[in-house]
């Protein structure tokens, strides 16, 4: 079985940074990409950035390509990484980390999720 669980949402002021981790236990083939999406309160979940377990591939919404930075620490690491830069008040959300068996935005294609991580960016 496949546990994921996110950590490190905080409170933090317009401009600010925070770093996001997510760790994935137990290994299936259909949970080798990990992948960030969060939600707004009143708002459709949303992806931000993907990551493969092997080769480090990785895909970002167009959005926050600039801003965010999904890494992990090697091929074999179970724990990825969202670093956020610059935020804002609208990056304020529930961030929540998925596994799944492809790199896709698509949430379909995660089939394991955390229970979420509270950012809040105040101005």
């Known amino acids: 079985q496949v546990h994921v669980i996110e950590s490190g949402g905080d409170l933090v002021q317009a401009g600010g940074s925070l770093r996001l981790s997510c760790a994935v236990s137990g290994r299936y083939v259909d949970s080798h990409y990990t992948a960030w999406f969060r939600q707004a309160l009143g708002k459709e979940r949303e992806f931000i950035a993907a990551?493969?377990?092997?080769?480090?591939?990785?895909?970002y919404a167009d959005s926050i390509k600039d801003r965010f930075t999904i890494s992990r620490v090697n091929a074999k690491n179970s724990v990825v990484y969202l670093q956020m830069n610059s935020l804002s008040p609208e990056d304020t959300a529930v961030y929540y980390c998925a596994a799944g068996g492809a790199l896709s935005s698509s949430a379909r294609h995660y089939n394991y999720w955390g229970r979420g991580t509270q950012v809040t960016v105040s101005s």
């Open positions: 990551i493969s377990r092997g080769a480090g591939n990785t895909h």
